[in-house]
């Protein structure tokens, strides 16, 4: 994991055939640490603000990153190579990390994350015009297959929630743009660095709005913010990473396996009822990712026939 999250994106480029593989299986180990920063995020917005919780999660990333970047002497991975495209995209996950975590506040988990995972569907929608990805019918495919497994899952209720949901499709726009950026220009960025950056602008834009009650947290709260910001930069970082051994379009499909992840920890803490549609949404999702599997395999064959 040190090379992949301290190198360059180029040399992530040309990892054989395996690549497209490492790809899914990256992505997929992501996706369950970032539902999982998600929950933690949830209850820990029951006694506290957006602004104090990204604050302290944030800020335990950091240490988390702080403490890789000593055990494997990589400081100079923290420098980013281009900074202004490193600072866009940075700005561009903060804002995306406020209005979700916002919105978590409103609404159950699972409602949340399908509505912010719409961003495959805008990735479809950017890429070939953004960065000129020829998107084939199985890619169209895996993403239809897998959004009505998610409609099936969650079955978000906007009468419920009103107009804080149009926060999650705010973000699914933001990680759309986020991601296709990401495949067009930062080839040599280092991903440590852009991850750093993210945590670093977090914690700086969360403690404007610093009250002294912040100073006085119970030690069960700290425990949810230091796990959350574990497993935010891992996730996270896990993300940014699997996008450069796979196409965008195909690894935004995988990344719905979130709200499979999402609608299971919703019933276990959150006392949220799986119904039967959940279960055969989850089989379509599953459906979806076989699907992105068997692409990136034809692809991959096709690269050595050529």
């Given at each position: 994991m040190y090379?992949?999250?301290?190198?360059?994106?180029t040399r992530l480029i040309t990892r054989g055939n395996s690549a497209p593989f490492a790809a899914i299986a990256i992505m997929l180990l992501a996706s369950l640490l970032v539902t999982i920063n998600d929950a933690l995020i949830k209850e820990a917005l029951v006694k506290a603000d957006t602004a104090e919780v990204l604050f302290f999660r944030g800020v335990f990333a950091l240490l988390a990153f702080l403490i890789f970047t000593v055990l494997t002497k990589s400081s100079r991975a923290l420098i980013p190579k281009n900074i202004f495209v490193a600072l866009g995209l940075s700005m561009l996950a903060v804002l995306s990390l406020y209005l979700f975590t916002y919105s978590l506040g409103f609404m159950p988990l699972a409602t949340a994350i399908v509505?912010?995972?719409?961003?495959?569907?805008?990735?479809?929608?950017?890429?070939?015009?953004?960065?000129?990805?020829?998107?084939?019918?199985?890619?169209?495919?895996?993403?239809?297959?897998?959004?009505i497994g998610v409609i099936l899952i969650?079955?978000?209720?906007?009468?419920?929630?009103?107009g804080v949901i149009v926060l999650p499709i705010m973000v699914a726009l933001i990680i759309a743009l986020r991601d296709v950026i990401i495949r067009r220009h930062i080839a040599s960025e280092s991903i440590l660095a852009l991850s750093v950056m993210v945590h670093a602008l977090t914690v700086i834009l969360a403690g404007f709005a610093f009250e002294p009650t912040w100073l006085v947290v119970e030690s069960s709260q700290m425990w949810l913010y230091a796990a959350s910001g574990v497993t935010v930069a891992a996730g996270a970082t896990g993300m940014i990473a699997a996008m450069r051994f796979g196409d965008v379009a195909s690894l935004s499909s995988i990344k719905y396996s979130c709200v499979l992840w999402a609608a299971l920890f919703g019933w276990i803490f959150f006392d949220e009822f799986i119904s039967l549609f959940g279960?055969?949404?989850?089989?379509l999702i599953i459906a979806g990712g076989v699907l992105i599997a068997w692409h990136e395999y034809l692809r991959a064959k096709n690269e050595d026939i050529v």
């Open positions: 090379r992949i999250i301290s190198q360059p994106f509505l912010a995972y719409l961003s495959p569907i805008f990735v479809i929608a950017m890429a070939p015009l953004m960065v000129g990805e020829k998107i084939g019918r199985l890619q169209w495919a895996a993403v239809v297959v897998s959004f969650t079955s978000p209720d906007i009468s419920v929630v009103g279960v055969i949404g989850g089989v």
